[in-house]
């Protein structure tokens, strides 16, 4: 199985609203990302997990509050929203020396 | 954070060309990767180049690395429309950090 899951693929919020975003991976790989896509631009890091410890956040506001519950799944919790965090949001996992498997992502908008 | 650069930004050719785009980055970098993108959608990896590599190939695809420089090529032969995409270059940074290039759009003419 070399596919990464990610569930919702579309989600409309609230400035509100609580959501979470899931990913699962079953390849066994040790790092797992959250990354942000705006139109037109390229993916920026968000998180990375590696061994199910959060390894590097890359400055993101706290209304993102990313989880791993396992070695299979990540999770990111949303809250309090603003409609500038409409993107997609892409997971990925990697296992040096090889390249990432990204999910086919969850595309948020924020109302 | 960004690091990468590409270059063009947009690439329009016919179908059968081949297909050269060039990325730039500024810090030291373990590997470096390329990914096409279609439709703004999940990322698909093409190849990965380790910094102690210079040249690597798959299928139609021929990545060079020039550490020296800090710049990478990715040349896509025989072009098909199938092809048509965003490709990003992207940085493997340390053990796991993994930052992407602004990308370039490729438009393969039939």
């Known amino acids: 199985d070399t596919e990464v899951t990610q ?105 | 954070s960004q690091q990468g650069e590409e270059d063009p930004q947009a690439l329009s050719i016919q179908e059968g060309e081949n297909a050269t785009m060039n990325c730039s980055y500024k810090t030291s970098i373990n590997n470096l990767q390329w990914y096409r993108q279609n439709s703004g959608r999940g990322l698909v990896h093409l190849i990965l180049i380790r910094s102690n590599e210079r040249e690597k190939h798959s299928g139609r695809l021929r990545v060079t690395l020039d550490t020296s420089k800090k710049s990478s090529s990715l040349l896509i032969t025989a072009s098909r429309a199938a092809d048509t995409a965003s490709y990003f270059c992207a940085t493997g940074i340390g053990d796991d950090k993994i930052i992407f290039g602004k990308g370039t759009r490729l438009h393969i003419l039939p």
């Open chain 1, 7 to 111: 569930t919702p693929k579309h989600l409309v919020m609230g400035m509100t609203n609580k959501k979470s975003l899931k990913c699962e991976q079953h390849m066994g790989h040790r790092a797992m990302y959250w990354y942000k896509q705006k139109a037109k631009k390229p993916p920026e890091l968000m998180f990375v997990y590696s061994y199910e410890k959060l390894s590097i956040n890359e400055s993101v506001p706290s209304r993102f509050s990313p989880e791993c519950p396992n070695s299979s799944l990540l999770n990111l919790h949303l809250h309090a929203l603003q409609p500038e965090d409409s993107a997609l949001y892409l997971c990925a996992s990697s296992q040096v020396p090889w390249g990432a498997f990204f999910g086919q992502g969850t595309r948020l908008t924020v109302v």
